[in-house]
Structures are given as structure tokens and as C-alpha cells.
T-cell receptor, first 109, second 113 residues
Framework: GQQLNQSPQSMFIQEGEDVSMNCTSSSIFNTWLWYKQDPGEGPVLLIALYKAGELTSNGRLTAQFGITRKDSFLNISASIPSDVGIYFCAGNTGNQFYFGTGTSLTVIP | DTEVTQTPKHLVMGMTNKKSLKCEQHMGHRAMYWYKQKAKKPPELMFVYSYEKLSINESVPSRFSPECPNSSLLNLHLHALQPEDSALYLC????????????FGPGTRLLVL
């Protein structure tokens, strides 16, 4: 069953604003991944995290692997219209791979 | 190169048809996955191949039949599908099951009439 709680479910923001979303679980994860998916396309890997406490950036995106290994967040700074899409967290507990429920991001120009 | 390719991009089939979806990667990955995704939902795992052997079948109906001819190719054979099987079918690959950083293909949009 679903073990990743992702929030918020949706966000409507003004262009230029910063965005923050997160995933939490009751289970310990070995890896945390963040994907972006455009309609009708496959998820694209944005950031991969492999160690507790790891903070990684990819351009305007920053993600962190929580110290407890049970959570992760993704921040997007200075949002632009092409940031629109659904963002999924995902992770591996060592036994199984899980997806979060997704955060739908709308950027208003 | 982190590319996973899938063909066809779109597929329309009747409930009596037989068709196949194809997936290919040349990253040397030894784990490959099939997912089904409905609109605005996360991908749902169907099958996992590890070193060309089926390692996970998530109770998928037998009208879906996976095949891994070699380490670079993954097929999904479709037969006697139902309209509720209409979805985006995604293929992914990872280095192996111990490092499950999965890279996804663009998907096949399937419509069953």
C-alpha cells in the first residue's frame, strides 16, 4: 500500500514565487527521488538523494533527504511558467519502491 | 545518456486485438519496470525484471504479458484488454534492484475501445 504522504496536493502560485513541497513516511527510506511529469509524458528525474541529511541542488531546485530518513522536501525558487506540472516524490525502503501522491503545480504568469 | 525509449507513442486497440508495447534502454541497466498510470495519479507498478528474469508481478491480469528478450529490451504484450485498461503505460530502468534510481520513458498512451 501507499506509504508516502506528499503535500500539498496542489499549488497555485504567482510567477517568481518560491515553492516548497514535501513527502513524509512512517518507514525509513534508503533513497529519495523527485520527479516532474508533464501531461502525457513520462516522469523526468529532477534530483536523487542517497544519504540522510544530503542537500542537493539542480538549478533553481533544491531537495533534502531528512535526517530521520522518513522525509524529504523539494524547493523551487523563482518559479517560471514552465515549472507547471505534477511533481512526485519516490523512494526505496530497501524492500520496495514507492511513489508519493503528487503535487500539482500551477504557475500564474 | 539517460534515455529510455518507448514505442508506440499512442495506441488505439479493440478488445479483441493483440498488440505489443516496446521499451529500450542502452544505459547498461539490469532492472526494467512496467508501470500503469491513470490521469493525475502516481504510476502503479506492474512488473519488474532483474537481470532479464521476472522478479515482481504485482497481481497483474494475464491479459498483460511481459517479456524481456535481452538486457536492453522490454516488451508488454496485450491481448483481450478491457476499456478500463486505457492508461499511460510507462517503462523505466535502473542500474539494478539495489540502486533503484529509476529513469522513465515517455510512455505509451493506450486507448481500448
Amino acid at each position: 500500500g501507499q506509504q508516502l504522504n506528499q503535500s500539498p496536493q496542489s499549488m497555485f502560485i504567482q510567477e517568481g514565487e518560491d515553492v516548497s513541497m514535501n513527502c513524509t513516511s512512517s518507514s525509513i527510506f534508503n533513497t529519495w527521488l523527485w520527479y516532474k511529469q508533464d501531461p502525457g509524458e513520462g516522469p523526468v528525474l529532477l534530483i536523487a538523494l542517497y544519504k540522510a541529511g544530503e542537500l542537493t541542488s539542480n538549478g533553481r531546485l533544491t531537495a533534502q533527504f531528512g535526517i530521520t530518513r522518513k522525509d524529504s522536501f523539494l524547493n523551487i525558487s523563482a518559479s517560471i511558467p514552465s515549472d507547471v506540472g505534477i511533481y512526485f516524490c519516490a523512494g526505496n525502503t530497501g524492500n520496495q519502491f514507492y511513489f508519493g501522491t503528487g503535487t500539482s503545480l500551477t504557475v500564474i504568469p | 545518456d539517460t534515455e529510455v525509449t518507448q514505442t508506440p507513442k499512442h495506441l488505439v486497440m479493440g478488445m479483441t486485438n493483440k498488440k505489443s508495447l516496446k521499451c529500450e534502454q542502452h544505459m547498461g541497466h539490469r532492472a526494467m519496470y512496467w508501470y500503469k498510470q491513470k490521469a493525475k495519479k502516481p504510476p502503479e507498478l506492474m512488473f519488474v525484471y532483474s537481470y532479464e528474469k521476472l522478479s515482481i508481478n504485482e497481481s497483474v491480469p494475464s491479459r498483460f504479458s511481459p517479456e524481456c528478450p535481452n538486457s536492453s529490451l522490454l516488451n508488454l504484450h496485450l491481448h483481450a484488454l478491457q476499456p478500463e485498461d486505457s492508461a499511460l503505460y510507462l517503462c523505466a530502468s535502473s542500474q539494478d534492484r539495489s540502486i533503484e534510481t529509476q529513469y522513465f520513458g515517455p510512455g505509451t498512451r493506450l486507448l481500448v475501445l
